[in-house]
């Protein structure tokens, strides 16, 4: 949803009314089958809804193979897919537009990863679901179905240079349709605090923020990385943003014996995240894969320097040696070592603090990503803008 905003947001202040069409996955009862039951005879069919302040339409959840979930919609949404003046299709991975790619109509597609790559970085971190599907029968329709939206888009926006490259490399036939568009920061609200001050030795921590409880961000290897920090910086902690840790999380916290020194505070209002980001000593990072990595940006907006594993997208925003280092997927180790590094000289750390802030104003701001957005959106669709 946040890149979501970011694309209805601009649509409405060019004078259009964007509405949404999206698959309801979050309102599926967690429950047995007997809510489970009452969710699908209450709403069998697309129902219009309300949805962050967004009119449009929900698709219900319905359990079938992962392929038929973005193939199903097409056959409630095409009358309204068809009579649409501008489609823009804002997804993880590409498949959320098949059903505009089956209507075909101009429509653009605003991408953060392929597919195989988030197969994969959950495979490596022990989903069995993932792994099976990346080489079964279900991955084949996925690609195909990846293929087909990305060959049918009229241009194509990669939250990143580091999608931008792999879809190149994977669907050559679309390169020329291919162009960068980063994840907006707002660097008025994500901004380095006006106030300077000394942290007592009780305040010092490294941040993280995200979904910790998906396999792909690795918390196992952060929390071995941090237990070799805490050989030599005893005053640190560890602070964990995002959701509530599962069990299964807590538990890889005290193997690692640093469980005492981590605190999972749950989310934050963008204020509080804001300080947190601005008082931290490092940012970290510890995935298998990302697309791109929005705290990445968030933390270096707000002045904080980063350690993140080279997981695919902090590569192509992350300047090594400049805004901070980073290290390869799962050696936690080297993660350690160029935490120390940083927090062990202050000169270079103020010198990475000021380039976090002017990279973030020169290439992710919002004005700055709203331009490209902007002549996307007049070169597909010329007669709108």
Known sequence: MAKVRVAADLLRRCGHSPRLLYTATDQVPVGGLGMKARYFL???????TQFE?????????????TWATYLLPWFASRKIQTKCGIQ?????????????????????????TLYADELA??????????????????????????????????????NGGYIAEKISENFPAVK????????????????????????????????????????RKNMGMLFKAFALVLQRRPDLRLILTGDRPDRSIRALAAEAGVDAKVDFIGRQSKLELVRLYQNAELFVLSSNQEGLGISVLEAMACGTPVVATRCGGPESVLKEGETGFMVPVNDYAAMS?????????????YRMREQCTRLASDTFSRPMVEKTLLQAFRDVYPEHF
Do not use: M
Request: glycine share 8%; hydrophobic share 40%; net charge positive.
């Open 42 to 48: 209450e709403h069998p069919r697309p129902y219009p």
């Open 53 to 65: 302040g967004y009119g449009g339409i929900a698709f219900p959840h319905w359990p079938l193979p």
């Open 88 to 112: 823009v299709v804002v997804s993880g991975a590409a498949h959320c537009g098949v059903p505009a790619a089956l209507s075909k109509a101009r429509f653009i597609v605003w991408v953060s």
């Open 121 to 158: 970085g959950r495979a490596l971190a022990g989903d069995k679901w993932a792994a099976r599907t990346g080489s079964g029968v279900s991955g084949l329709l996925l690609r195909l179905e990846e293929k087909f939206v990305l060959e049918r888009a009229s241009l194509i926006l990669a």
């Open 176 to 215: 020329d349709r291919v162009r960068i568009a980063i994840y907006p920061v707002d660097t008025d609200v994500f901004c380095p605090s006006v106030q300077e001050y000394s942290k007592p030795d009780s305040h010092r921590y490294l941040l993280f923020t995200g979904r910790i409880n998906d396999p």
């Open 337 to 349: 070592e160029r935490i120390l590094k940083l927090l062990s000289d202050n000169q270079l750390i």
